[in-house]
């Protein structure tokens, strides 16, 4: 079964306050980057009207690039562009969805800042991406005026609210936690930038199969300032929904955080049925919402949710509110819940006792599950470039560490796994053993690309180390990329390879037998034939969409009865490949979907989850016809 919603939806309940931790994280591999300052990229773009000439868009660059760099000063480095590689996808898909998908981790922080001309107003939309922690800012900001002299100062307002100073988590002590801020040692007071009572978000960084790290946010878990930063460092209070917010698996490099721009204001909180990836409401459950802590003091409110499952608090609660949610007097979740101006927090509960047993090791599964997914797809990209590199010692490098990384991840994978089939184990988690498969296949397929790329290894030593012929070297160099390109049902490439090898004088008996072979196999064997194979190599695998893939379904499924017909088993190797790729992309388009808030998101994800099913039946067959057909 693939993942086919938002990481929200299946942040499964746990039962926790403010837990003890007595021990003291690792963070030699992360730099905490205290001298260096902020490289503060804002993106603008104004749209096209007539008001809006190019002596207006430069004089709002300008203004805007200038109050922040005042404001900032030595902790940051400014600069105001006017195109970014993102900003086409922040164009189409509008600063929600195209900020969700983003988990690029660099130096840099960006602020994209939409400027739009409607109705006799200047309308502004602005979120920011911070590198430093792979987090986006949580809410879209708006704002309008009709003077445009003061377009830029109100969207330098707006960023303000979000700039965020980012940290790096240290020791724990209890409940306390040291986080040393980025830029602490520049000799600038950042006592405007954070304040005692505001919230941090958590972000856990791994080291995957690649060079680069990657980044999660850890669901329901904040840091609470408690005292004004002191140099570099500030005080914080650890607040999670669940009993171990912050473990330490074998990749697990550390871990991040971002101040939030919080407010003082009203509660709104949703919630819904956690096994309804839907998210279907839960009415008529009681909220109990606090403002200092779950233990610390008596709850201030008490609330049934109605029936769309949504609460509104009467007081207003400053940076974040503690919320118990009940069943008569069953406890069903303590969640810390961030306050943002009037946005609508989404949480999800179980109200069944049997699975809140199980809550934060099903939270763990999925964390585990993304970092496999993560890893394959990491590891398919340096198959790939490294079909495109020349044979050289840099080739050969990247190869090496390639195949240590893999192997490295998989030995952590496969640790992660066996923790949680023994705590899966044990009473009152029964059932989540057979969860675990989808994880064991994906280990599965790192095993084979690990196979992979000791193969290739193997030969580009041999080219590089034996054979001083440049002609013989080059000739290894595409042996071995088309070995690669056969395993990832690339046979025409492969193809081409060969007969370069054979074209360039390298021709033997035994390559002359491995090109007609090949040719022979991939020769359509009638009309159907041949646009069977060109929709499997050339329309399948690039379909982008949930709607796009269902459409076309059937038609896949009768381009491998066509292969099927004719004995071809070189095509539907085609089709597993294909079928990672599509997963995947059904992933990510999930992830930045709002079914509850938006009619068209909740029909995209009724279909996602109509059409992940079908997808993997279809893949087993495959699987099974060319387990079962022995080659010709």
Same mark, same amino acid.
């Given at each position: 079964?693939?993942?086919?919603?938002?990481?929200?939806?299946?942040?499964?309940?746990?039962?926790?306050?403010?837990?003890?931790?007595?021990?003291?994280?690792?963070?030699?591999?992360?730099?905490?980057?205290?001298?260096?300052? $902020?490289?503060?990229?804002?993106?603008?773009?104004?749209?096209?009207?007539?008001?809006?000439?190019?002596?207006?868009?430069?004089?709002?660059?300008?203004?805007?690039?200038? *109050?922040?760099?005042?404001?900032?000063?030595?902790?940051?480095?400014?600069?105001?562009?006017?195109?970014?590689?993102?900003?086409?996808?922040?164009?189409?898909? %509008?600063?929600? &969805?195209?900020?969700? %998908?983003?988990?690029?981790?660099?130096?840099? #922080?960006?602020?994209?800042?939409?400027?739009?001309?409607?109705?006799?107003?200047?309308?502004?939309?602005?979120?920011?991406?911070?590198?430093?922690?792979?987090?986006?800012?949580?809410?879209?900001?708006?704002?309008?005026?009709?003077?445009?002299? =003061?377009?830029?100062? *109100?969207?330098?307002?707006?960023?303000?609210?979000?700039? %965020?100073?980012?940290?790096?988590?240290?020791?724990?002590? %209890?409940?306390?936690?040291?986080?040393?801020?980025?830029?602490? @040692?520049?000799?600038?007071?950042?006592?405007?930038?954070?304040?005692?009572?505001?919230?941090?978000?958590?972000?856990?960084?791994?080291?995957?199969?690649?060079?680069?790290?990657?980044?999660?946010?850890?669901?329901?878990?904040?840091?609470?300032?408690?005292?004004?930063?002191?140099?570099?460092?500030?005080?914080?209070?650890?607040?999670?929904?669940?009993? +171990?917010?912050?473990?330490?698996?074998?990749?697990?490099?550390?871990?991040?955080? =971002?101040? &939030?721009?919080?407010?003082?204001?009203?509660?709104?909180?949703?919630?819904?049925?956690?096994?309804?990836?839907?998210?279907?409401?839960?009415?008529?459950?009681?909220?109990?919402?606090?403002?200092?802590?779950?233990?610390?003091?008596?709850?201030?409110?008490?609330?049934?949710?109605?029936?769309?499952?949504?609460?509104?608090?009467?007081?207003? $609660?400053?940076?974040?509110?503690?919320?118990?949610?009940?069943?008569?007097?069953?406890?069903? @979740?303590?969640?810390?819940?961030?306050?943002?101006?009037?946005?609508?927090?989404?949480?999800?509960?179980?109200?069944? *006792?049997?699975?809140?047993?199980?809550?934060?090791?099903?939270?763990?599964?999925?964390?585990?599950?993304?970092?496999?997914?993560?890893?394959?797809?990491?590891?398919?990209?340096?198959?790939?470039?490294?079909?495109?590199?020349?044979?050289?010692?840099?080739?050969?490098?990247?190869?090496?560490?390639?195949?240590?990384?893999?192997?490295?991840?998989?030995?952590?994978?496969?640790?992660?796994?066996?923790?949680?089939?023994?705590?899966?184990?044990?009473?009152?988690? !029964?059932?989540?053993?057979?969860?675990?498969? /989808?994880?064991?296949?994906?280990?599965?397929?790192?095993?084979?690309?690990?196979?992979?790329?000791?193969?290739?290894?193997?030969?580009?030593?041999?080219?590089?180390?034996?054979?001083?012929?440049? !002609?013989?070297? !080059?000739?290894?160099?595409?042996?071995?990329?088309? #070995?690669?390109?056969? /395993?990832?049902?690339?046979?025409?490439?492969?193809?081409?390879?060969?007969?370069?090898?054979?074209?360039?004088?390298?021709?033997?008996?035994?390559?002359?037998?491995?090109?007609?072979?090949?040719?022979?196999?991939?020769?359509?064997? +009638?009309?159907?034939?041949?646009?069977?194979?060109?929709?499997?190599?050339?329309?399948?695998? #690039?379909?982008?969409?949930?709607?796009?893939?269902?459409?076309?379904?059937?038609?896949?499924?009768?381009?491998?009865?066509?292969?099927? /017909?004719?004995?071809?088993?070189?095509?539907?190797?085609?089709?597993?490949?294909?079928?990672?790729? =599509?997963?995947?992309?059904?992933?990510?388009?999930?992830?930045?979907? +709002?079914?509850?808030?938006?009619?068209?998101?909740? #029909?995209?994800? /009724?279909?996602?989850?109509?059409?992940?099913?079908?997808?993997?039946?279809?893949?087993?067959?495959?699987?099974?016809?060319?387990?079962?057909?022995?080659?010709?």
């Amino acid at each position: 079964m693939i993942r086919t919603l938002p990481f929200a939806l299946s942040c499964w309940l746990g039962l926790c306050s403010c837990f003890l931790f007595p021990v003291s994280l690792a963070r030699a591999a992360l730099d905490p980057e205290t001298t260096k300052p $902020y490289h503060f990229l804002v993106v603008l773009r104004i749209a096209e009207n007539r008001l809006a000439t190019p002596v207006f868009r430069e004089i709002v660059e300008r203004e805007l690039g200038d *109050s922040l760099q005042a404001a900032l000063g030595d902790l940051a480095q400014v600069k105001v562009v006017r195109d970014h590689p993102l900003l086409k996808e922040v164009e189409a898909k %509008g600063l929600q &969805l195209a900020l969700n %998908g983003y988990s690029v981790l660099s130096d840099t #922080k960006i602020h994209f800042v939409l400027i739009d001309y409607r109705n006799g107003y200047y309308e502004i939309e602005a979120r920011q991406y911070d590198g430093f922690t792979g987090l986006a800012s949580p809410v879209v900001r708006h704002s309008s005026t009709a003077d445009r002299q =003061l377009v830029a100062r *109100s969207a330098a307002l707006l960023i303000d609210q979000d700039f %965020g100073l980012a940290g790096t988590v240290g020791q724990i002590k %209890g409940d306390r936690i040291d986080i040393t801020l980025r830029g602490g @040692a520049l000799g600038v007071p950042l006592g405007r930038w954070v304040q005692v009572g505001q919230v941090f978000a958590v972000t856990q960084i791994t080291q995957g199969t690649g060079h680069q790290q990657r980044s999660f946010r850890m669901p329901w878990t904040l840091l609470q300032v408690l005292e004004e930063p002191k140099n570099e460092v500030c005080r914080c209070r650890l607040l999670s929904r669940w009993q +171990n917010p912050l473990p330490q698996e074998p990749s697990v490099l550390g871990y991040r955080c =971002l101040k &939030l721009g919080t407010t003082q204001g009203r509660l709104r909180l949703r919630l819904v049925r956690e096994n309804d990836k839907l998210r279907t409401p839960v009415p008529a459950v009681q909220v109990r919402i606090g403002a200092r802590g779950f233990d610390v003091d008596s709850n201030l409110e008490r609330i049934s949710t109605k029936q769309d499952g949504l609460v509104e608090s009467a007081i207003r $609660y400053d940076n974040v509110a503690f919320v118990e949610v009940r069943d008569g007097e069953k406890l069903l @979740a303590r969640v810390p819940v961030e306050i943002l101006d009037d946005q609508t927090i989404t949480c999800p509960v179980n109200v069944s *006792s049997e699975t809140a047993a199980q809550g934060e090791l099903l939270h763990r599964r999925q964390q585990w599950l993304r970092r496999v997914n993560e890893s394959l797809e990491v590891a398919n990209n340096l198959v790939n470039d490294l079909n495109r590199m020349q044979s050289s010692e840099s080739a050969l490098a990247r190869a090496q560490a390639g195949f240590q990384a893999i192997q490295n991840e998989m030995g952590n994978l496969t640790t992660e796994r066996d923790n949680l089939r023994a705590e899966g184990a044990k009473d009152g988690q !029964k059932g989540i053993l057979l969860s675990l498969t /989808e994880g064991a296949e994906g280990i599965q397929q790192l095993e084979g690309l690990r196979t992979k790329l000791q193969g290739f290894i193997a030969d580009l030593q041999a080219s590089l180390t034996e054979e001083k012929d440049p !002609k013989r070297q !080059k000739w290894k160099e595409l042996a071995a990329k088309a #070995k690669l390109l056969e /395993e990832e049902a690339e046979f025409d490439k492969a193809i081409e390879f060969y007969q370069s090898i054979r074209d360039g004088g390298g021709d033997t008996p035994q390559l002359r037998e491995k090109i007609e072979t090949l040719q022979r196999a991939r020769a359509p064997k +009638n009309p159907a034939h041949a646009k069977a194979q060109a929709f499997i190599y050339e329309t399948w695998p #690039k379909l982008e969409t949930a709607a796009q893939i269902n459409a076309r379904l059937n038609e896949a499924r009768q381009a491998f009865e066509t292969c099927k /017909e004719v004995g071809d088993r070189f095509a539907p190797q085609k089709l597993l490949v294909a079928y990672r790729l =599509l997963t995947t992309r059904l992933e990510k388009e999930s992830e930045g979907l +709002n079914p509850e808030a938006k009619e068209d998101d909740r #029909k995209t994800t /009724e279909l996602i989850i109509a059409l992940a099913p079908k997808l993997k039946e279809f893949n087993e067959q495959v699987k099974e016809y060319l387990r079962t057909t022995p080659p010709k």
